[in-house]
């Protein structure tokens, strides 16, 4: 295996190629460590270190750091990962460690990111914003009917009344150019037409 290229990352790490092809990144000062250099043989045993004990536990730390200040979707942390120029190899050996300790759960997150914002989001606009953080649709649809079955279903009529307030709306004197307008505010906020439809013709109290 031959070192063909080295080039800089940034002030401290670089990625490193062999045989022609991108195969780790590393600090500059594993580069001395390990005696790697351009056109040279990178010894089989600092390889077998590198790709089996330093970088998968180096990608596991990163994921155990990014989780202590928030929680991350399985997408969020992968996006994270490769960001940082880890290998897949990488990125799957360092998700399947924290799920297996249950630092990362989709299906947790979706409970807790939809009784969250149930009171101040549309469904439509919810599920928008999971998908995006890279949740199943089939997580997202199980999650919303358990709590269809439940009866705590988003009162979205409530919610599309309570904007329009915020937005001075009155319906007795509003144009049919400014309901126009707010209509396609409250579209663009995930609801639907119908929501929006029976919310402009009650009658509002502005706020």
């Known amino acids: 295996m031959i070192v063909t290229k080295i080039e800089e990352l940034d002030k401290k ?32 045993s600092a390889y077998k270190e590198i790709c089996q004990n330093i970088l998968p536990k180096r990608a596991k730390l990163r994921c155990m750091n990014l989780l202590k200040s928030k929680n991350y979707t399985e997408k969020q942390l992968r996006d994270k990962l490769k960001t940082g120029e880890y290998i897949q190899q990488f990125i799957d050996e360092a998700l399947d460690y924290v799920k297996s300790y249950g630092y990362v759960d989709d299906r947790r997150y979706c409970e807790d990111f939809v009784e969250y914002h149930c009171e101040t ?19 997202i649809d199980e999650i919303f009917d358990k709590r269809k079955e439940e009866g705590n279903e988003p009162d979205e009529i409530s919610m599309a009344v309570e904007l329009l307030q915020k937005k001075k709306y009155d319906a007795k004197s509003a144009s049919n150019e400014e309901k126009q307008k707010l209509a396609a505010y409250l579209y663009r906020k995930g609801f639907g037409t119908d929501t929006i439809r029976r919310a402009l013709l009650l009658d509002i109290s502005p706020i």
């Open 13 to 44: 790490r670089v990625k490193v190629y062999i045989d022609h092809e991108f195969a780790f990144v590393v600090y500059k000062g594993e580069l001395r460590l390990f005696s790697i250099k351009e056109e040279t043989e990178i010894e089989a």
């Open 121 to 139: 989001k549309s469904k439509r606009r919810i599920e928008q914003d999971l998908l995006k953080k890279g949740i199943d649709k089939r997580i």
